[in-house]
T-cell receptor
Framework: NAGVTQTPKFQVLKTGQSMTLQCAQD?????MSWYRQDPGMGLRLIHY???????DQGEVPNGYNVSRSTTEDFPLRLLSAAPSQTSVYFC?????????????FGSGTRLTVV | SQQGEEDPQALSIQEGENATMNCSYK?????LQWYRQNSGRGLVHLIL?????REKHSGRLRVTLDTSKKSSSLLITASRAADTASYFC????????????FGTGTRLTVIP
């Protein structure tokens, strides 16, 4: 049981390049989400999904696309990387835990856009 | 301003002392959660407290919730160097769908 797996762990992109951050979970959680973490700003929600085939925007969706073709996978695509997208990206899946939904996080992808 | 902000921003204590972190939020919630993040790692779920609970314990952790003041506190007793981490409270976003809002966190340093 690996939990939430994110790849790659580190990535450097040039401005204008595109790439996909991978996220997979093996816990059969319906809910998955992507956050970015910047110094002094906490975590901000980018996109989320409540199940296969269903996605929606979070607080900061511009410049990112997602899809959810299976319950296990929730990739995040950067369409045309910009320096403002330099950040640490976390994927999470959610499970019911007696009164609310707790999150299991991946270990993150540290992205630098130059 | 946003839902869920932690206070203080940073806290430094000696090993063996207790550490208290606070969280304030704006809107009504049905639960509040605390997470820990070690440097360079993902967040780890510590505890969830429901809106009808006032206090909850888990090992050396004690969480309180005061819905009338819209605040919560996390107490770590008998701290250890391994408790050094950032601690975040998380509250449900009004958008629903299990979305959580995370504050900027409290950076705890436990000095051996």
């Amino acid at each position: 049981n690996a939990g939430v797996t994110q790849t790659p762990k580190f990535q450097v992109l040039k401005t204008g390049q595109s790439m996909t951050l991978q996220c997979a979970q093996d816990m059969n959680h319906e809910y998955m989400s992507w956050y970015r973490q910047d110094p002094g700003m906490g975590l901000r929600l980018i996109h989320y999904s409540v199940g296969a085939g269903i996605t929606d925007q979070g607080e900061v969706p511009n410049g990112y696309n997602v899809s959810r073709s299976t319950t296990e996978d929730f990739p995040l695509r950067l369409l045309s990387a910009a320096p403002s997208q330099t950040s640490v990206y976390f994927c999470a899946s959610s499970y019911y835990q007696g009164g609310g939904y707790g999150y299991t996080f991946g270990s993150g992808t540290r992205l630098t856009v130059v | 301003s946003q839902q869920g902000e932690e206070d203080p921003q940073a806290l430094s204590i000696q090993e063996g002392e207790n550490a208290t972190m606070n969280c304030s939020y704006k809107t009504s919630i049905n639960n509040l959660q605390w997470y820990r993040q070690n440097s360079g790692r993902g967040l780890v779920h510590l505890i969830l407290i429901r809106s009808n609970e006032r206090e909850k314990h888990s090992g050396r952790l004690r969480v309180t919730l005061d819905t009338s003041k819209k605040s919560s506190s996390l107490l770590i007793t008998a701290s250890r160097a391994a408790d050094t981490a950032s601690y975040f409270c998380a509250t449900p976003l009004p958008t629903g769908a299990n979305n959580l809002f995370f504050g900027t966190g409290t950076r705890l340093t436990v000095i051996p």
